[in-house]
C-alpha cells in the first residue's frame, strides 16, 4: 500500500501537469483556427467582423454584409478549453488587425503558467 501512495504520489503531479499543458496547446489551435476563418471572412467581405458582430459572423451572416461566403467554421464556434467564450476585438490593441484570446484557466486577465491569458499577439 506504501509503494502504491508513492507512486501515485509521484505520477499524479506529473500526469496533471500535462493535461494543463494539453489544453494550452489546444487553445492555440484553436486561436490558430479562428484567425484562418477570419482571414476567409476577410477575403470575402473586405474586412474583418467588427466588435459588435462578434466570432458569431463567423458563422451566422451578420445583418448589413452583402458578399458573407460562410460559415467559415465546419463545426460551429468552439469554447476555449476551460469551456469560456474566446474574446474578439477589432480594431486590434496590440498592433494587429484584431485581438483575439482565451483568458486561459482562471478566467481573469493575466495570470502565469496555465491561468496565462492565451493570445494572438
Known amino acids: 500500500m506504501v509503494i502504491i501512495g508513492l507512486l501515485a504520489g509521484y505520477v499524479a503531479p506529473k500526469f496533471f501537469a ?11 489551435a484553436q486561436l490558430d483556427s479562428l ?3 477570419l482571414d476567409a471572412y476577410r ?11 462578434g466570432l458569431g459572423a463567423l458563422i451566422a451572416l451578420p445583418p448589413g454584409v452583402a458578399r458573407w461566403q460562410g460559415p467559415y467554421l465546419k463545426k460551429g464556434l468552439p ?9 474578439y476585438a477589432n480594431p486590434g490593441e496590440h498592433g494587429g488587425d484584431f485581438d483575439l484570446y482565451s483568458f486561459g484557466k482562471d478566467g ?7 491561468a496565462e491569458d ?4
Not at 469554447?79 to 474574446?87: E, F, L, S, T, V
Not at 481573469?108 to 496555465?114: I, P
Not at 492565451?118 to 499577439?121: L, S
Open 18 to 28: 500535462h493535461i494543463g499543458k494539453s489544453e494550452v496547446k489546444a487553445a492555440r
Open 35 to 37: 484567425e484562418k476563418a
Open 108 to 114: 481573469q486577465t493575466g495570470g502565469a503558467g496555465e
Open 43 to 53: 477575403l470575402d467581405v473586405g474586412s474583418y467582423p467588427t466588435t459588435e458582430q
Open 118 to 121: 492565451i493570445t494572438n499577439w
Open 79 to 87: 469554447a476555449d478549453p476551460w469551456g469560456r467564450a474566446y474574446q
